[in-house]
């Protein structure tokens, strides 16, 4: 005889992940040293065109997006290349053709004051996209990555939150580490919540140094303004055959190869002139 009343054991079943949506994360070892060269050239860049571009920034809010070609700009070469070193290993682990190698069309500054922040957007034409953080003060807002597929939204479930894991979220946030790059599928929607920073102690020790009635006013008064600044920078990446003619490539177009060349011909006009 069964008792009716027992509560029916669970029956399970296997279980399949599909349509997942890789994010990769590192944080550079040598990124202080790269981080301070990186805050004054972005800084001067940001003088020269003080308008920049506007993208997903809102420049009303003081967002400012540089030109795209920063992976072009020797002074940049560095970090490009760090990039380029991690995305190869993206590529690598994905399983891509070998006869593939990636290219790098579009690389930019982002400089987000206290207030400021990008909009939802995606990146039409890359297949990886990412961002390295130079500068990031306390509160200066999250990366906010969104669930992609429309269908996923139109009911959701309620979730014991101590049993909750991650393949179930709607969203997911990485927070702002300077030195810290994170790379995601150029077609994953994602967004910066505004950046809530403070000048904090830095600002206030810098304005102390002019002292009242000196020339150093007015340079404390801007670093004060730049203090709470979120100083990033964004790249998109897609696939190229090896066997590509370089001259017919786009002028925008940078692989590895292209890196090496560049540092060789630097490294050769230095030698030339010493």
């Excluded at 809102?58 to 380029?84: C, K, N, Y």
Aim: charged residues 25%.
């Amino acid at each position: 005889m069964t008792d009716d009343t027992a509560p029916a054991r669970e029956k399970r079943m296997a279980r399949d992940y599909f349509f997942p949506t890789p994010v990769y994360h590192t944080d550079l070892a040598q990124a202080q040293d790269i981080n301070a060269r990186l805050v004054a050239d972005i800084r001067a860049w940001r003088a020269r065109d003080p308008d920049g571009t506007f993208r997903s920034n809102v420049p009303q809010l003081g967002g400012w997006h540089s030109a795209t070609d920063m992976h072009l700009r020797s002074q940049f070469s560095e970090l490009t290349r760090e990039i380029f070193e991690l995305i190869h290993g993206v590529f690598a682990d994905q399983g891509y053709d070998d006869a593939y190698e990636p290219v790098c069309d579009s690389m930019w500054a982002n400089v987000n004051p206290r207030g400021a922040f990008n909009r939802h957007h995606t990146h039409p034409h890359a297949l990886w996209s990412g961002v390295y953080y130079v500068r990031t003060p306390d509160d200066c807002g999250l990366l906010c990555l969104t669930d992609p597929r429309p269908q996923a939204h139109v009911i959701t479930p309620y979730f014991d939150a101590r049993r909750r894991s991650a393949h179930t979220w709607a969203e997911a946030y990485y927070q702002p580490v300077a030195g810290r790059l994170v790379a995601f599928p150029g077609w994953l929607v994602h967004s910066t919540h505004p950046n809530m920073a403070s000048a904090g102690s830095e600002a206030v020790e810098t304005e102390h140094e002019g002292g009242a009635g000196t020339g150093g006013d007015a340079a404390s008064a801007a670093e004060s303004a730049r203090a709470d600044e979120r100083i990033s920078v964004s790249f998109n990446f897609r696939q190229r055959r090896k066997d590509i003619d370089p001259a017919t490539a786009p002028a925008n177009e940078v692989v590895r190869a292209d890196l090496f060349a560049r540092r060789q011909s630097i490294t050769n006009l230095i030698e030339i002139s010493s």
